[in-house]
């Protein structure tokens, strides 16, 4: 009797562990992943991370209503910082301590990108920055766990270039927004210029919310300048055009990719007829022919953005769009730890993505070619394929 009583006692309490481990086993695993987002929502430059904010959010919603990644729901934690290098430090750190992200995409900006991974490379944390900044990523071996998806300003300039060489063009003006990205835009213009035998005969400067650019224009008026061109984001460049257009300035205005939207268009409405610019291939996707690799990814991420949102679609958040994804990748492969998730993104090869075609690698933490930009050129309020 007693040795009955005792198996039974036996039986009941490994029934109760099971049952135990059955009961914690699910509310493990249904942990969220938490990715954290951060980018200019609001301010000058808010027609970059509006959309961004947007792609990340429309991404995160499709995955977890198609179960999440391995089974455990996908939470996005998004803040704005204005553009703001102190809030975008302080929305770093708080994605870190208090939301526990376990890799953060964005700033928009390259000046916010570059004080954030002073946090997350001290935090062995991934950044997928949204900047174009080539200081981001460069060089690889001191950012060990930045990775970032738009296009360099490297590439930009060569982009410019090569047209500008074609077009015969040799002299050259160049005006630059104070911020990190008109910084490290001047930085480039001027190191590539001699390798296409340019000249740049005028140097200007303008701060992101200045209204009234003719001084820096009546300057270059007065040079041998065959083409000016406008390196900038925000509200600013639309603000060159119309200035140049008041000044009957004729002279080629090129502006640099982040002008690429059809927010630009908007802004700068007849003045900005006949600018040429450097821009990913979502802006012209429909003028691709279908055996571009791209022209379907760009289809699907417009049709969707546009009819969830019932706004254009942008190449800016187009960045946000293909770093999730690439993400997502490296979380089904990682389980979620960090340093995995690091290795998993460095290895990710011939994703085709909004942005272009990413190849990471240990030496590059970008992946893309000069060919992922297009030139283009503003007719009739479109973007309209050049080279």
């Given at each position: 009797m007693r040795r009955t009583v005792i198996l039974c006692g036996l039986v009941m309490a490994l029934a109760g562990l099971v049952l135990l481990w059955v009961g914690c086993g699910p509310k493990a695993t249904s942990e969220p992943f938490v990715v954290g987002g951060i980018f200019s929502i609001t301010g000058p430059a808010s027609y970059l991370g509006e959309p961004e904010r947007n792609s990340m959010e429309m991404v995160a919603e499709e995955v977890n209503s198609k179960g999440g990644v391995s089974g455990r729901p996908l939470k996005v934690v998004i803040y704005d910082d204005e553009g703001d290098v102190t809030k975008a430090r302080l929305h770093a750190e708080k994605l870190l301590q208090k939301d526990k992200a376990v890799t953060i995409i964005g700033p928009s900006l390259t000046h916010t990108s570059m004080a954030v991974l002073e946090i997350t490379q001290k935090a062995k944390l991934p950044l997928i920055s949204c900047a174009a900044g080539l200081a981001i990523t460069s060089p690889a071996k001191d950012r060990v766990w930045v990775f970032k998806t738009a296009q360099t300003d490297q590439m930009a300039v060569n982009r410019i270039y090569q047209y500008l060489q074609k077009q015969g063009l040799k002299k050259l003006a160049i005006l630059t927004v104070s911020t990190g990205f008109g910084v490290a835009g001047k930085e480039q213009l001027l190191t590539q210029a001699p390798k296409f035998e340019l000249a740049v005969v005028a140097q200007e400067v303008f701060g992101?919310?200045?209204?009234?650019?003719?001084?820096?224009?009546?300057?270059?008026?007065?040079?041998?300048?065959?083409?000016?061109?406008?390196?900038?984001?925000?509200?600013?460049?639309?603000?060159?055009?119309?200035?140049?257009?008041?000044?009957?300035?004729?002279?080629?205005?090129?502006?640099?990719?982040?002008?690429?939207?059809?927010?630009?268009?908007?802004?700068?409405?007849?003045?900005?007829?006949?600018?040429?610019?450097?821009?990913?291939?979502?802006?012209?996707?429909?003028?691709?022919?279908?055996?571009?690799?791209?022209?379907?990814?760009?289809?699907?991420?417009?049709?969707?953005?546009?009819?969830?949102?019932?706004?254009?679609?942008?190449?800016?958040?187009?960045?946000?769009?293909?770093?999730?994804?690439?993400?997502?990748?490296?979380?089904?492969?990682?389980?979620?730890?960090?340093?995995?998730?690091?290795?998993?993104?460095?290895?990710?090869?011939?994703?085709?993505g909004v942005s272009g075609v990413f190849n990471m690698s240990p030496e590059d933490h970008n992946g893309l070619t000069p060919d992922a930009f297009v030139m283009v050129k503003i007719s009739n309020g479109q973007f309209k394929f050049l080279d």
């Amino acid at each position: 009797m007693r040795r009955t009583v005792i198996l039974c006692g036996l039986v009941m309490a490994l029934a109760g562990l099971v049952l135990l481990w059955v009961g914690c086993g699910p509310k493990a695993t249904s942990e969220p992943f938490v990715v954290g987002g951060i980018f200019s929502i609001t301010g000058p430059a808010s027609y970059l991370g509006e959309p961004e904010r947007n792609s990340m959010e429309m991404v995160a919603e499709e995955v977890n209503s198609k179960g999440g990644v391995s089974g455990r729901p996908l939470k996005v934690v998004i803040y704005d910082d204005e553009g703001d290098v102190t809030k975008a430090r302080l929305h770093a750190e708080k994605l870190l301590q208090k939301d526990k992200a376990v890799t953060i995409i964005g700033p928009s900006l390259t000046h916010t990108s570059m004080a954030v991974l002073e946090i997350t490379q001290k935090a062995k944390l991934p950044l997928i920055s949204c900047a174009a900044g080539l200081a981001i990523t460069s060089p690889a071996k001191d950012r060990v766990w930045v990775f970032k998806t738009a296009q360099t300003d490297q590439m930009a300039v060569n982009r410019i270039y090569q047209y500008l060489q074609k077009q015969g063009l040799k002299k050259l003006a160049i005006l630059t927004v104070s911020t990190g990205f008109g910084v490290a835009g001047k930085e480039q213009l001027l190191t590539q210029a001699p390798k296409f035998e340019l000249a740049v005969v005028a140097q200007e400067v303008f701060g992101e919310k200045d209204t009234d650019m003719t001084p820096q224009l009546t300057k270059i008026r007065g040079t041998e300048a065959q083409a000016v061109i406008c390196w900038g984001t925000g509200p600013a460049p639309a603000l060159v055009a119309k200035n140049m257009k008041q000044l009957a300035m004729t002279i080629p205005l090129i502006q640099s990719h982040g002008a690429a939207s059809k927010k630009f268009i908007e802004l700068a409405g007849d003045a900005g007829e006949g600018i040429i610019l450097p821009a990913g291939k979502l802006v012209i996707y429909n003028q691709l022919p279908d055996t571009d690799p791209q022209k379907a990814v760009c289809k699907e991420y417009a049709t969707k953005y546009t009819a969830k949102f019932k706004t254009p679609e942008s190449s800016f958040g187009g960045y946000a769009y293909d770093a999730l994804r690439m993400l997502l990748i490296a979380l089904e492969k990682s389980g979620g730890d960090q340093a995995k998730i690091r290795d998993e993104l460095e290895k990710i090869k011939k994703f085709v993505g909004v942005s272009g075609v990413f190849n990471m690698s240990p030496e590059d933490h970008n992946g893309l070619t000069p060919d992922a930009f297009v030139m283009v050129k503003i007719s009739n309020g479109q973007f309209k394929f050049l080279d």
